[in-house]
């Protein structure tokens, strides 16, 4: 459902994402891994259509992004790490604006709007403007609009910012029922329980470019057996997790 190919982005000098070849198929949850400025971020955007790469091809449900990029989109969902939204429309309004935007209306619409508000402990606040709403409500109502026009993909940049433990779990429930129903899901996350639990295979990015892929099985038989998944995380990227502890705080 998702089809990467070559897949890199510069910004002058620097390569944010280095030639990724990448394919997320039908019904799988995927996690996208990697430290601060390993190009996580920019993979999503580019799969997302908000950036252009500087090489190479996004396809999503088998459509190019680049040649169609109105019937692509129309195929995905996307939930930004940041929720930007527009703060003079009830929360009910925003969702029947964003179904709008993929020519879905009425009744439908309506019912899946209320039904999602109400997953989310939103349902009291689906007429007050969003102007009025928390940064952890805001949260709620972004992964609300990613939903509600029931894309075949979606595309999740740090899903769990902002969110209550409650929340956090009707996400992760969500997503596991979303996947199991035949779509989608690629999840960027720092959360490496969460990863671990949920996802069905897993890409470690390191400097724009894929360390290691694969099931928790196949990348702990890559590393070494019996690892768990931050020692792995942090073998492929280089980091310390305990970087000459006793030195800082000694010094």
């Known amino acids: 459902m998702i089809e990467l190919s ?9 390569t944010a994402v280095d030639g990724i070849d990448l394919k997320v198929p039908r019904g799988e949850l995927f996690g996208f891994l990697g430290p601060n ?9 580019m799969i997302a259509g908000i950036l252009k790469p500087t090489a190479g091809s996004v396809r999503i449900a088998g459509i190019d992004l680049a040649a169609d990029p109105i019937a692509a989109k129309a195929q995905l969902g996307f939930i930004p790490d940041r929720p930007f939204i ?7 309004e925003f969702l029947r604006f964003v179904a709008g935007l993929f020519g879905q209306a009425g009744p439908d619409v309506e019912h899946r709007a209320r039904e999602l ?4 402990d939103l349902e009291e606040w689906r007429d007050e403007l969003v102007e009025s709403y928390s940064h952890g409500m805001r949260q709620k109502l972004i992964i609300s609009s990613a939903f509600v026009h029931r894309p075949a993909v979606i595309v999740v940049d740090e899903p769990h910012v902002g969110l209550d ?49 694969g099931t928790m099985d196949e990348l702990q038989a890559g590393a070494a057996e019996g690892r768990g998944l931050e020692e792995i995380f942090l073998r492929l990227t280089g980091q310390r997790a305990a970087r000459d502890l006793m030195d800082v705080l000694d010094a």
């Open 6 to 14: 070559g897949l890199t982005k510069k910004y002058g000098n620097f």
């Open 86 to 92: 527009y703060e003079k429309l009830t929360g009910t």
């Open 37 to 45: 400025g390993a190009g996580k971020t920019t993979t999503l955007r």
């Open 117 to 120: 508000m109400a997953l989310f």
């Open 165 to 213: 433990p409650k929340s956090i779990k009707i996400l992760r429930d969500l997503f596991k029922e979303y996947t199991r129903r035949g779509h989608t899901i690629m999840m960027s996350t720092h959360t490496l329980e969460a990863a671990e639990s949920l996802c069905d295979r897993i890409a470690i990015i390191h400097a724009g470019r894929i360390a290691a892929c």
